[in-house]
């Protein structure tokens, strides 16, 4: 049983369209993260809830905007998609800072290409 | 602000020998956690070992091993007996209990030689 998933796992897409990529854990924990890994495998956070309120948002467009339906899901939606934003982005899942063992659990990513 | 450097972004080892990637980072904290992740071709994130600063006992996982130097903020990872599954990008990444971020380093991309 998948820990943390998201789907889709591939996305191709023009610019100007607008997508989003779902995450789900079933691990029971409270804080949730986004990750963008750009080509050079560098990566970056973007985005934290913890029990579906914001707590980290990094210096990303606006074009960005995660929303969590309750903490068991994060999604990512990106408007007026640019060239840029070709990356893989990576849905993870932690337990609290103190509690647990600490590490995130990431999904398998999603690659989404802008032509 | 808190930072991960990984000095090495390409190593390359011969297999079954011994090899060592290097991670230093930077924070005025005195409790975090430390993490080494595996990227293998595949792309996912496997964790391969984790550290609690506050344990000074080096974390140890089968062949992997670490070297916890709080002082001089130093956590690298040593890999005994490479095989040729441990070709990958390692990850060295730093957890901060204040704003609860996770930073990764660049990156080292590791080759085996067979």
């Known amino acids: 049983d998948t820990a943390v998933s998201q789907t889709p796992k591939y996305l191709v897409t023009q610019m100007g369209n607008d997508k989003s990529i779902k995450c789900e854990q079933n691990l029971g924990h409270d804080t949730m993260y986004w990750y963008k890994q750009d080509s050079k495998k560098f990566l970056k956070i973007m985005f934290s809830?913890?029990?579906?309120?914001?707590?980290i948002n990094e210096t990303v467009p606006n074009r960005f905007s995660p929303k969590s339906p309750d903490k068991a899901h994060l999604n990512l939606h990106i408007n007026s998609l640019e060239l840029g934003d070709s990356a893989v982005y990576f849905c993870?899942?932690?337990?609290?800072f103190g509690s647990g063992t600490g590490e995130l659990f990431f999904g398998e990513g999603s690659r989404l290409t802008v032509l | 602000a808190q930072t991960v450097t990984q000095s090495q972004p390409e190593m390359s080892v011969q297999e079954a020998e011994t090899v060592t990637l290097s991670c230093t980072y930077d924070t005025s904290e005195s409790d975090y956690y430390l993490f080494w992740y595996k990227q293998p071709p595949s792309r996912q994130m496997i964790l391969v070992i984790r550290?609690?600063?506050?344990?000074?006992q080096n974390a140890t996982e089968n062949r992997f091993s670490v070297n916890f130097q709080k002082a001089a903020k130093s956590f690298s990872l040593k890999i005994s007996d490479s095989q040729l599954g441990d070709a990958a990008m390692y990850f060295c990444a730093y957890r901060s209990p204040g704003d609860d971020k996770i930073i990764f380093g660049k990156g080292t991309r590791l080759h085996i030689l067979p």
């Open positions: 993870a899942s932690s337990q609290d």
């Open positions: 550290q609690e600063a506050y344990k000074q």
């Open positions: 809830y913890n029990n579906k309120e914001l707590i």
